[in-house]
T-cell receptor, first 118, second 111 residues
Framework: NAGVMQNPRHLVRRRGQEARLRCSPM?????VYWYRQLPEEGLKFMVY????????ESGMPKERFSAEFPKEGPSILRIQQVVRGDSAAYFC????????????????FGQGTRLTVV | TQLLEQSPQFLSIQEGENLTVYCNSS?????LQWYRQEPGEGPVLLVTVVTGGEVKKLKRLTFQFGDARKDSSLHITAAQPGDTGLYLC???????????FGTGTQLKVEL
């Protein structure tokens, strides 16, 4: 997973504050995926983005959560008015293409941002 | 909703033992990946299997994709403490753009 950079590694927010999580994909990768992992659980898909486009946000909560991947700069996952239930590890993955000849293009994960809401 | 069930959920063994982790679904996947995740880190890709019946080996790890592409297994020979971690399978369906992750198997290998 070297190459996908996430920051910060740890983030503490009080209830009601905003959390901004950043992800810089591997060099040459133009597709970014965000996943959430709750303690003792597997990874749950949140959103899939290409540069300047949200392709699939079927896993995003309807309120308070948003994501972007601008033409320049990292992808941002934004959580407004955080609540304790938002405490989790948030992982970003990147790939060069979503599919290559019908086969999943391998995605590589960053080290995650661990959000704690107090 | 596609679900990937892994078994066992927890596994604690002694160094040198063999083990198998299973990943099962009622859905067909166009490809399946195995990851290992250590505490405080992100998942690290181990292998991708694509063809039904495919077998791939990575040193002491052997991965198999079921003939019907609904299930997969990971076999570790002569486990070592360095194999300790959370093993995750993840499937991709041709019509979608996201990986569906399994429930995970937490492996602990003791001296």
């Amino acid at each position: 997973n070297a190459g996908v950079m996430q920051n910060p590694r740890h983030l503490v927010r009080r209830r009601g504050q905003e959390a901004r999580l950043r992800c810089s994909p591997m060099k040459g990768h133009s597709h970014v995926y965000w996943y959430r992992q709750l303690p003792e659980e597997g990874l749950k898909f949140m959103v899939y983005l290409q540069k300047e486009n949200i392709i699939d946000e079927s896993g995003m909560p309807k309120e308070r959560f948003s994501a972007e991947f601008p033409k320049e700069g990292p992808s941002i996952l934004r959580i407004q008015q955080v609540v304790r239930g938002d405490s989790a590890a948030y992982f970003c993955a990147s790939s060069p293409l979503p599919r290559t000849s019908g086969v999943w293009a391998e995605a590589f994960f960053g080290q995650g941002t661990r959000l704690t809401v107090v | 909703t596609q679900l990937l069930e892994q078994s066992p959920q927890f596994l604690s063994i002694q160094e040198g033992e063999n083990l198998t982790v299973y990943c099962n679904s009622s859905s067909v996947f166009s490809s399946l990946q195995w990851y290992r995740q250590e505490p405080g880190e992100g998942p690290v890709l181990l292998v991708t299997v694509v063809t039904g019946g495919e077998v791939k080996k990575l040193k002491r790890l052997t991965f198999q994709f079921g003939d019907a592409r609904k299930d997969s297994s990971l076999h570790i020979t002569a486990a070592q403490p360095g194999d300790t971690g959370l093993y995750l399978c993840a499937g991709h369906s041709g019509g979608g753009n996201k990986l569906t992750f399994g429930t995970g198997t937490q492996l602990k290998v003791e001296l």
